[in-house]
């Protein structure tokens, strides 16, 4: 159950609800500027620095641009669904914050409240549930645009959230099974002695990566490839439509790396050897550590998009079914299972660890004798295919004549030179051995001197 209680009066609701939806604007705007100076620093560029001190305003301006440049509508567009999609999609991630927790309780024009809006014991499923309802929004952009590269950008990034919203979704079993339940104030309650980082190390790594698959980021932006989509399921949106679009996908970010911290890092909890500090956990100093964290996972973010290179399409999603979701049900097993040897046999937290860490090494020896023999049986398979590339090439084998493969030749014979040794042998086969001459004597070729024979 939720460690609050929620008996906000009115006026303080609307206070918060205002509170979160200026805070993920201006954390919005914030975090592109910041995108753009740390990718510009990594490529030894300037970045924006002239509107406002130190270019903070630039990405102000540029929502002001976007808001009063002109508007394009596809003729072929359907009206309805062109105009809702962007709400959508936008406003799912804004409702997904609803359920956050920013720091404890706190007096607020001398409420006691918790920084937090709403809380209840599914808290976890409904983030899950408001991501899943935006991927609607993708979808009905790309198909209302009425063009082919928008529709194929749609289809993708759909398939894209929702593979990898699986794994996503089964790393958070493992943080269930430890809390005991799926409020996220109270996950944020049981880490209070250590993060279920350190304990859950696989899933936050699980957990990571599907994030920013989860948010089409780099190097999974995959629907958003130039050379093949241009732009993805918004190539048709321009002006307001398309900031919107750009909103949500930032303030997305923003929201599964608060999810992260939430889940992971212990929320508000002050990190060590802030946490000595008697004053660290409590009134708005929390707060603080909550942003800090969270920019720790956007400036990752930022990180992987000047770092890493796009992966191809089949890559990607073979991670996804091949890779992450198996590895996600394998730690689910062992997390099960070393909870259930805990509480029935009474094994200390030292023997549970020993008993994990030889079973990590059991897996890890495993996994790599597997590779091994998957190396030697695909080594074997080269050198056959090596070994059938070598032989002689004879392209009229099947009675057809075929063309060589790469790494194979074969002797060139005109037509006209076969055509007369076949006649010579035939001649030879229906005439009758002279007294004196050998069956083997060569027959004297019939064919046109000046052709030759052409190897």
Known sequence: MSEYTFNDPWWLIILKVLAIFVGLVLMTLFTIWWERRVVSRMQNRIGPNRVGPFGLLQSLMDGFKLGLKEEIIPKTAHLAVYWIAPVISATMAFLAFAVIPFGPMVSIFGV???????????????????????????????????????????????????????????????????????????????????????????????????????????????????????????????????????????INMVTVSALATTLFLGGWIAPWPLSLWDGANVGWWPLLWWFVKVQLFIFAFIWLRGTLPRLRYDQFMRFGWKVLIPASLLWIVIVAAARVVRNEFSVTTQELLLLGGGLLVVIIVGSWVLQVRSERRERAQVEAAKAEMDKPFDPYAGGYPVPPLPGQEFTYTSRRAKAAVVEGTATRTATAVLPGESADAPVPSTSDPEEGTHA
């Open 112 to 250: 006691e409240t918790p920084l937090q809006l709403t809380d209840f014991p599914v808290s976890v499923l409904y983030v899950l549930a408001i991501a899943s309802i935006g991927v609607y929004g993708i979808v009905l952009a790309g198909w209302s645009s009425g063009s082919t590269y928008p529709l194929l950008g749609g289809l993708r990034s759909s398939a894209q959230m929702i593979s990898y919203e699986l794994a996503m979704s089964m790393s958070f079993v493992a943080v269930f099974l430890y809390a005991g339940t799926m409020s996220t104030s109270g996950i944020v309650a049981a880490q209070e002695p250590i993060w279920y980082a350190v304990i859950l190390l696989p899933s936050l790594l699980i957990y990571a990566t599907a994030m920013v698959g989860e948010t089409n980021r780099a190097p999974f932006d995959l629907p958003e490839a130039e050379g093949e989509l241009v732009g993805g399921f918004h190539t048709e949106y321009s002006s307001l439509k398309f900031a919107l679009f750009f909103l949500a996908e930032y």
